[in-house]
């Protein structure tokens, strides 16, 4: 037997996340390697005023400086979400779905790279952050807006009653309401509009018959 088309993997959804995880990976990695390259830490750079500013900081925490001191924990946390989202990915048919996880798996593979690879050492480095806006105490990094946009997906996802494979919840098909509705439209006849039973109108051709 033949699988379901909705049961088959979207090749589609798959490169459009994998699309999305490579360019904000890509972008997070460049960032952090330009401003290392070019900034003493500490350092400010207005860039929008005072909208936005570069800051170079090394966070041995989570997402915007979240739980400094317990990088060994994220470390693990990260590589076990990551594990997570490629297994799970085959499961999804709906592209924004397939957007969504994309944000979340390049932001993930950022600050897990800078976990594994930077200094003290493997799995307690240093995430690099740079980025700084007046409405967060916090600075951060590409990675964690690729990570708080997925969140931010996934609540307008969830709310419109999207599912993984495209489908909106809570709408059905209306059903007929009564035994003559039922035959009609399964004979390819639609019951008259102003009369709910299907009888014919005033004027219609049984109207006319009586009449002569």
């Not at 609540?155 to 009653?161: E, K, V, Y």
């Not at 059903?175 to 299907?198: C, R, V």
Request: charged content about 15%.
């Amino acid at each position: 037997m033949e699988p379901s088309p909705r049961a088959k993997v979207s090749v589609r959804a798959l490169i459009v996340l994998a699309i999305v995880a490579l360019c904000v990976y890509v972008i997070d990695q460049v960032s952090k390697f330009l401003v290392v390259q070019n900034l003493t830490p500490d350092q400010e750079i207005p860039v929008l005023g005072q909208l936005l500013q570069f800051r170079f900081v090394e966070n041995p925490g989570a997402a915007f400086s979240i739980g400094s001191g317990s990088t060994w924990i994220f470390s693990i946390i990260g590589t076990a979400v990551l594990i997570f989202v490629i297994w799970y990915a085959p499961r999804i048919r709906s592209l924004a779905w397939a957007v969504l996880f994309g944000l979340l798996l390049g932001g993930l593979l950022g600050n897990l790279t800078d976990r594994l690879v930077r200094a003290p050492g493997f799995g307690l480095g240093h995430v690099v952050d740079f980025l700084q806006i007046p409405l967060l105490p916090a600075i951060f990094n590409v990675a964690d807006v690729g990570i708080v946009s997925s969140m931010g997906l996934f609540l307008i996802l969830t709310i419109r009653g999207v599912a993984l494979d495209g489908t909106r919840h809570g709408h059905t098909v209306a059903e007929p309401e009564t035994e003559l509705d039922q035959a009609e439209i399964s004979d390819g006849h639609l019951p008259d509009a102003g009369t709910p039973d299907g009888d014919s109108a005033p004027g219609g051709p049984e109207s006319r018959s009586d009449a002569a």
